[in-house]
């Protein structure tokens, strides 16, 4: 009887640590490295990340981008930003992922990187802060492919360009947004910042 029960426990204990590595590998991230910049603007919150399918990668991207409103309208300028996952150049076989956005504007049509070239980096076109005036956050975005076209996005062209982010090696597999919600009568920004996901295969 000693033996089948020590018999029982090793077959246990064999399972349980199964699940475990079952477990372990499931939960494991499926990007290599979260990938930012310095100038991103202040105000919002960040919104959940979204990601490509698995063995996609993003070849594209579309931004959402309210027009000039004029005086004394209230500018938000770049309100979202999509990226269009691929696999290889089969522009076909898409798939659009989208963090959070803003309220206003309307989405572009995509930019893509050519052949099998794939975006690897990103930076920002951002206005400072201005007191008293109208703030904008975010106006335009650049991406960079892997084969070192530089794609930029139908923004506006309040602020300046940061520096670029870091460089994904195998290729970029989701993003996060920095999201002001609507302030009714008072100044509104919409996009203040974003991440980006490295593929980690």
């Not at 990340?49 to 938000?76: L, N």
């Not at 691929?86 to 049509?109: F, I, L, M, Y």
Request: proline share 6%; aromatic share 10%; charged share 20%.
């Amino acid at each position: 009887m000693e033996l089948k029960a020590g018999v029982r426990l090793l077959l246990l204990l064999g399972v349980m640590c199964y699940g475990h590595a079952q477990i372990k590998t499931h939960i494991e991230p499926r990007y290599a490295s979260i990938v930012d910049v310095t100038n991103g603007g202040t105000w919002g919150d960040w919104a959940w990340p979204e990601m490509c399918p698995d063995g996609y990668f993003a070849s594209g991207f579309s931004v959402k981008v309210e027009p000039p409103q004029g005086i004394p309208g209230d500018d938000t300028a770049l309100n979202g930003i999509r990226l269009h996952c691929t696999r290889g150049n089969s522009q076909k076989n898409t798939h659009v992922v989208e963090s959070q956005s803003g309220s206003w504007g309307s989405w572009s049509e995509p930019l893509w990187c050519t052949g099998t070239s794939f975006l690897v980096a990103f930076c920002l076109r951002v206005e400072p802060f201005t007191f008293p005036g109208d703030n904008t956050g975010v106006n335009n975005v650049r991406f960079r492919c892997s084969d070192g076209v530089e794609l930029e996005g139908p923004g506006l062209s309040w602020g300046d360009y940061g520096e670029w982010s870091n460089s994904c090696p195998k290729g970029v597999c989701g993003l996060q947004t920095k999201i002001q919600k609507p302030r009714g009568l008072r100044d509104d920004t919409a996009l203040n910042d974003i991440r980006i996901f490295c593929c980690a295969s």
